[in-house]
């Protein structure tokens, strides 16, 4: 029960992930607050937001880009009904557009994005080095990549919550880990920040 509960993290569906999208809001706010604190979001930006969620980073990004574009992508239904709910307005004047997918396989074309974030999703991608590639192509060449997670791995050290690790089949990564990805698929210049267990990388493609 507990662990169908939590397994809607990772793919929001039915009641339980209509209680998880309601509560991430709540406590992803202020990470989100954070990790867009270090973007230089211009007017104009097209902006990809990957596992999107209930859609208010989404939200707060179109308020950053008022003539610029902020789309999401996500494998859930759910998570595009609500993203699509929450910013009808930017939808119907085509600022907006919410696609469901996965990010193994970004469906927009090569260089579409200025930016191209991802906010506590990363856990639960199939296969972070590919993924990153896939995202490279969808960013335009000098664009930018940010990833923001509430857990992080300590260098060579097991798992912060194990249990909770093995019940989601999900990976919470090292900073480390991070670079050798993100260098491994093409990205340059990391600057990471960490707080606490937060942490929020940004690279150039
Ligand atoms: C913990 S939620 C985070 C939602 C939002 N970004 C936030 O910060 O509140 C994780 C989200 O990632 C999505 N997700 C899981 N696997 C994914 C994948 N392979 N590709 C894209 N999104 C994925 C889930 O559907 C879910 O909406």
């Known amino acids: 029960m507990l662990r ?3 397994l809607n993290m990772r793919r929001p569906r039915g009641w339980g992930g209509r209680l998880m999208l309601w509560s991430m809001d709540t406590v992803h706010g ?4 954070w990790g867009l604190g270090f973007l230089m979001i211009r007017p104009n930006n097209r902006i990809l937001d990957i596992g999107c969620g209930s859609g208010k980073t989404i ?3 179109l308020v950053a880009a008022p003539q610029g574009c902020v789309c999401g992508l996500d494998p859930a239904p759910l998570s595009v ?6 910013n009808l307005t930017a939808v119907h004047h085509g600022r907006c557009e919410i696609k469901q997918g996965d990010v193994s396989k970004i469906p927009w074309p090569d260089s579409s994005f200025d930016l191209i974030t991802a906010f506590e999703t990363i856990y639960f991608w199939p ?3 590919t993924d990153l590639l896939e995202i490279r192509r969808a960013l335009k060449p000098g664009g930018t990549v940010m990833i923001c ?5 300590a260098e060579d050290s097991a798992s912060p919550v194990p249990r909770f690790e093995r019940m989601l089949d999900m990976r919470i990564y090292s900073v480390h880990e991070l670079r050798l990805a993100l260098g491994a698929s093409g990205f340059f ?6 707080k606490g ?9």
Not at 30 to 33: C, G, I, S
Not at 149 to 153: H, Q, S, V, Y
Not at 189 to 194: A, E, F, Q, W
């Open 59 to 61: 939200a707060r990004m």
């Open 127 to 129: 296969d972070l080095t």
């Open 30 to 33: 202020a990470l989100a607050q």
């Open 189 to 194: 210049d990391p600057h990471v920040v960490t």
């Open 4 to 6: 169908e509960f939590f």
């Open 81 to 86: 009904g609500k993203s699509i709910e929450r």
């Open 197 to 205: 267990g937060w942490l929020c990388i940004t690279a150039m493609a």
């Open 149 to 153: 997670n509430g857990m992080m791995r």
